[in-house]
T-cell receptor
Framework: GQNIDQPTEMTATEGAIVQINCTYQ??????LFWYQQHAGEAPTFLSYNVLDGLEEKGRFSSFLSRSKGYSYLLLKELQMKDSASYLCAVMDSNYQLIWGAGTKLIIKP | GAVVSQHPSWVICKSGTSVKIECRSL??????MFWYRQFPKQSLMLMAT?????????EQGVEKDKFLINHASLTLSTLTVTSAHPEDSSFYIC??????????????FGPGTRLLVL
């Protein structure tokens, strides 16, 4: 079956760095996406990885290792507004998005 | 670019009535749109995939006669919750398949519709 695993909840301190991990097992792979979802709002697109390595976009970076079925989202210089759920999703061989359950990130002052 | 709108954002209705939710891609054409439902503190659950000009593909366990989907144009898909009951109260979110750059397709989400059935 297809499976996406990510931690349910993480806590970090304002100004610090946090890494949210995602492991996946899917039928085929056409890229991995990270989305941010604030409470009560729809998800917003953050990043896309299809090749191994690190993609940096401002304070957010996303890493992919296809051989390990592993990705992480790295958030630097955390701000209170970064408190949200972070969803990992993999596009499978049918170009359908398979969603993880999301990681709720709590930022403390 | 890649803006998706939903209407209405909030709806409260009586049990037994039908509710229509619209999803529009504002600045791009979307041959494929998706409808999700999300209960509090739970992940997105894909209900159906809507393809322009053809019948929607429903996920297992989703009643096609209860959740009617119409994708009549490249910019509009509608979800109608027929004979709504309190257990249908949820956050309904649509997304449209669009380009994220570098030729990659991703899903752009509408702001969601909160449905409360009394």
């Amino acid at each position: 079956g297809q499976n996406i695993d990510q931690p349910t909840e993480m806590t970090a301190t304002e100004g610090a760095i946090v890494q949210i991990n995602c492991t996946y097992q899917t039928s085929g792979f056409n890229g991995l996406f990270w989305y941010q979802q604030h409470a009560g709002e729809a998800p917003t697109f953050l990043s896309y990885n299809v090749l191994d390595g690190l993609e940096e976009k401002g304070r957010f970076s996303s890493f992919l290792s296809r051989s390990k079925g592993y990705s992480y989202l790295l958030l630097k210089e955390l701000q209170m507004k970064d408190s949200a759920s972070y969803l990992c999703a993999v596009m499978d061989s049918n170009y359908q998005l398979i969603w993880g359950a999301g990681t709720k990130l709590i930022i403390k002052p | 670019g890649a803006v998706v709108s939903q209407h209405p954002s909030w709806v409260i209705c009586k049990s037994g009535t039908s509710v229509k939710i619209e999803c529009r891609s504002l600045d791009f054409q979307a041959t494929t749109m998706f409808w999700y439902r999300q209960f509090p503190k739970q992940s997105l659950m894909l209900m159906a995939t809507s393809n322009e000009g053809s019948k929607a593909t429903y996920e297992q366990g989703v009643e096609k006669d209860k959740f009617l989907i119409n994708h009549a144009s490249l910019t509009l898909s509608t979800l109608t919750v027929t004979s709504a009951h309190p257990e249908d109260s949820s956050f309904y979110i649509c997304s449209a398949k669009g380009l994220a750059g570098m030729g990659v397709e991703t899903q752009y989400f509408g702001p969601g519709t909160r449905l409360l059935v009394l």
